[in-house]
């Protein structure tokens, strides 16, 4: 369990209601497709009509998505034009889709480990080979095990 503390210990005297990063997160996020392109953005998908093949949705959905992903700053357009076509858009990665994939990589592992299926998919380190895993660690560097989390108010300014 994660310790809320200080202020927040006393569950109520307030509200993550609109305040959460995590309730955030999820109204951006939040769908299935959008998740799904980001794991493509990562795995090198540029094309619009790669995404919608890969993750199996529409043109219609796959320009919505692709859309808000660009519009949060996760994915940027970037013209490209091929020999004997016209001018197009592919979409890649910002340092903010960097950034959030070890939420994608998180869900991965989560699935692996607890949902049925065979799961030969693994995440691997290709610096030696071994299997990587999300972690959590501080600022320090010390691995943060579930019972040592906690949740405190930042000090402003």
């Known amino acids: 369990m994660t310790l809320l503390q200080g202020p927040l210990a006393d569950r109520d005297a307030w509200s993550a209601v609109g305040e959460c990063a995590i309730e955030k997160t999820m109204a951006l996020v939040g769908t299935k497709s959008a998740m799904l392109i980001m794991r ?3 795995y090198g998908t540029t094309r619009f009509d790669d995404f ?10 796959t ?6 992903l660009v519009e949060l700053g996760l994915l940027k357009r970037q013209p490209y034009h091929q020999p004997g076509q016209r001018r197009r858009e592919e979409y890649v990665l910002t340092e903010a889709g960097i950034d959030f994939m070890p939420v994608v990589w998180a869900m991965f ?3 692996r480990r607890h949902l049925p299926g065979q799961h030969r998919l693994r995440l691997t380190h ?14 320090e560097g010390h691995l ?3 019972d040592e989390l906690g949740v405190r108010l930042a000090k402003s300014g």
């Not at 320009?63 to 808000?68: D, F, M, Q, T, V």
Request: aromatic share 6%; proline share 5%; glycine share 10%.
């Open 144 to 146: 943060v095990p579930p």
């Open 40 to 42: 493509e953005a990562y």
């Open 126 to 139: 290709l610096g030696c080979g071994a299997d990587a895993e999300v972690q959590l660690r501080c600022t």
């Open 109 to 111: 592992e989560w699935g």
């Open 52 to 61: 919608a093949r890969r993750v199996g949705i529409t043109k219609a959905a």
């Open 63 to 68: 320009s919505a998505r692709l859309s808000e």
